[in-house]
């Protein structure tokens, strides 16, 4: 078994819900260990990167809306980065069937999702398919200094004319 890496999002609804605490309980049944986490207001142009593979099906602006906060009046995602043996696999197995209706109901999805009227998998987590998803995902999701490991190349760059916040 290969070490790997994957991305876990607790969506707007699992947020709205006051899941997070449980969804993470569970996940920790994989024994694998958290090496990245940041909370995230998600701008249209993350969600629509995040879901390009979707692009020009009919649900796909509702999935924008939906992962963006919009469904949910809470613009707040929680991502994970999780490494382990056969990571992917492992959460995939915990978190369930992308849709909710055939997910294991002891999965989180069964546990947690649902399908709206307009079709709509408000499944409450999305966790990395493969590790190719895994990879784009995650250099999507985080920056290389918001990981702990240094899991994918990277390198140093100066930068002049950034504007950041900072405390007072």
Do not use: C
């Not at 969600?47 to 949910?72: K, N, S, W």
């Amino acid at each position: 078994m290969a070490l790997e890496q994957t991305l876990v999002l607790v969506k707007p609804d699992g947020l709205k819900k006051s899941l997070t605490g449980n969804i993470l309980s569970r996940l920790s049944e994989a024994k694998l260990v958290i090496i990245g986490a940041r909370v995230v207001n998600v701008s249209r142009e993350l969600a629509e990167t995040h879901y390009e593979h979707l692009q020009g099906r009919p649900f796909f602006e509702e999935l924008i809306q939906y992962i963006m906060g919009d469904l949910h009046s809470t613009h707040r995602v929680a991502a994970f980065v999780y490494q382990g043996e056969d990571a992917i696999q492992k959460i995939r197995d915990i978190v369930g069937d992308t849709n909710p209706e055939n997910a294991n109901p002891v999965s989180i999805r069964g546990a947690y999702g649902r399908i709206t009227t307009s079709g709509v998998f408000e499944n409450v987590v999305h966790a990395s398919s493969s590790s190719e998803d895994a990879e784009k995902e995650i250099k999507l999701w985080f920056g290389p200094d918001e990981i702990v490991e240094d899991i994918y190349p990277s390198r140093e760059v100066m930068r002049s004319e950034v504007r950041m916040r900072e405390w007072v």
